[in-house]
């Protein structure tokens, strides 16, 4: 069965201080990984698509990564304004589904 | 830039009851999703339509019924509403299937 497992479920970080979201995924075949930020009482909001391992994409503070396993979302010196939940969802071949991790609560303190 | 717009944003229903959620998109999407978001348990798929005129179940359709009235709204309908599909339910769009999502607001929805 296709699973998402996303690590930590929470994160604590102070301002300036560089992390690392884990998402893994046992799925057949890989079709996009996608990551989301979702804040409270918002819907989720589009932030990477990664198609295949060893993609890479960045935006201001966050760079996503894809291997064949697990993708990463790294946070470059984090403002508190970058705290939310980060979600993470595979589609797959398996399925014409779309399957999202728990997520991670990311609080950065000023 | 509305986005994706959902109906109502909170409602109490009890046990049996029925109850449409509505959702409307502006952004001329061929493809339309429902998803619920429980704690711990991330969002889960529902029903999807890939373009007008066409739905299909996701991981989670027991219980739920859909329809996509035009290329704009798809709507969730619950016939008989029980305590377990309380959750955050959450409509989105994309160009086409699975290309990323544009999600709305969600609707709170309590069953008692």
């Known amino acids: 069965e296709d699973q998402v497992t996303q690590s930590p479920e929470a994160l604590r970080l102070q301002e300036g201080e560089s992390s690392s979201l884990n998402c893994s995924y046992t799925v057949s075949g890989l079709r996009g990984l996608f990551w989301y930020r979702q804040d409270p009482g918002k819907g989720p909001e589009f932030l990477f698509t990664l198609y295949s391992a060893g993609e890479e994409k960045e935006k201001e503070r966050l760079k996503a990564t894809l291997t064949k396993k697990e993708s990463f979302l790294h946070i470059t010196a984090p403002k508190p304004e970058d705290s939310a939940t980060y979600l993470c969802?595979?589609?797959?071949?398996?399925?014409?589904?779309?399957?999202f991790g728990a997520g991670t609560r990311l609080t950065v303190k000023p | 830039n509305a986005g994706v717009t959902q109906t109502p944003k909170f409602q109490v229903l009890k046990t049996g009851q029925s109850m449409t959620l509505q959702c409307a998109q502006d952004?001329?999407?061929?493809?339309m999703y429902w998803y619920r978001q429980d704690p711990g348990m991330g969002l889960r798929l529902i029903y999807y339509?890939?373009?007008?005129?066409?739905?299909d179940k996701g991981e989670v359709p027991n219980g739920y019924n859909v329809s996509r009235l035009n290329k704009r709204e798809f709507s969730l309908r619950l016939e008989s509403a029980a305590p377990s599909q309380t959750s955050v339910y959450f409509c989105a769009s994309s160009q086409e299937l699975y290309q990323p999502q544009h999600f709305g607001d969600g609707t709170r929805l309590s069953i008692l």
């Open positions: 952004m001329n999407h061929n493809s």
């Open positions: 969802a595979v589609r797959t071949y398996n399925n014409n589904d779309m399957r």
């Open positions: 339509s890939a373009s007008e005129g066409t739905t």
